[in-house]
């Protein structure tokens, strides 16, 4: 059974968040104050961890950070805040999805199970494969799903490295934001492609020098994304 948490302070909610996904086989645990919530999502094995922005101690944001320190599982981010910064700053720091309330128990059930599917292909098509890719002191064990910059490790979110790998498998190859969107979060997938735009910025934050002056993930204006050979 797949496990599921949800940070989330108004409980009437949560409980109505767990319901729906209970019905559909999931396991919920529920954690209602933000010290509470990142201390379940660092000690405890969950398929995805449903977030909530405005929260007691420590907000979503600080709550998704530290949690893409140390864990590559799915989140996916609510707030009754309809702003795009705030849906930047969330999928900037990691996050896998932004749903904005009210929304229908039925439609994050969808999102829910999407994430979770998604996820589980990819890591099973990387666990039997030891192909490393090294290139300009980049190197990218797609095995492990580790990458390091000239020796040291840098730490990148399950959908950074998905961008990076399907990039530096391809070299010279060009890709549109609609194809990245469509190979990394599925064809059947919820958003809009201006999160590939988020998440390629904080990739070259990681890995490249000058993120201004990139030398691995060239943009091609008018058409997408290469990664140089």
């Known amino acids: 059974m797949k ?40 000690n405890n094995n969950y398929n995805l ?7 007691p101690k420590f907000d979503g944001f600080e709550i998704c950070r530290q949690i893409r320190n140390v864990k590559n599982v799915p989140i996916l981010m609510v707030s009754a805040k309809k702003e795009d910064i705030d849906k930047i700053r969330g999928l ?3 996050a896998d ?3 904005t309330k009210p929304f229908s128990p039925g439609e994050l059930v969808a999102r829910v199970k999407a994430h979770i599917s ?9 666990k039997n494969k030891n192909e490393i890719i090294g290139i ?15 020796g040291s490790e840098v730490i990148l979110t ?3 490295f998905d961008i990076l790998k399907i990039l530096a498998i391809n070299p010279n190859k060009v890709f549109s934001k609609d194809n990245i969107f469509n190979k990394v979060w599925g064809v059947d997938s919820f ?12 990739l070259r934050e990681k890995i490249e020098v000058d993120p201004s002056n990139p030398k691995y993930i060239e943009t091609i204006w008018g058409v997408g994304y290469r990664f140089e050979l």
């Open 3 to 42: 496990k599921v948490l949800i940070i989330e302070d108004e409980l009437s909610i949560a409980e109505l968040e767990r319901d729906y996904l209970e019905i559909n086989d999931f396991s919920v645990d529920i954690e209602v104050d933000g010290e509470m919530g990142l201390k379940a999502a660092l």
């Open 49 to 55: 961890i449903i977030l909530d922005v405005m929260l």
């Open 92 to 94: 900037g720091l990691g």
């Open 97 to 99: 999805d932004y749903v």
């Open 118 to 126: 998604r996820y589980e292909r990819l890591i099973g098509e990387n």
């Open 136 to 150: 300009r002191g980049l190197s990218i064990d797609c095995a492990s799903r580790r990458v390091c910059v000239n």
């Open 158 to 160: 399950a959908k950074e």
């Open 191 to 202: 958003g809009d492609v201006g999160t590939v735009t988020v998440h390629i910025r904080k």
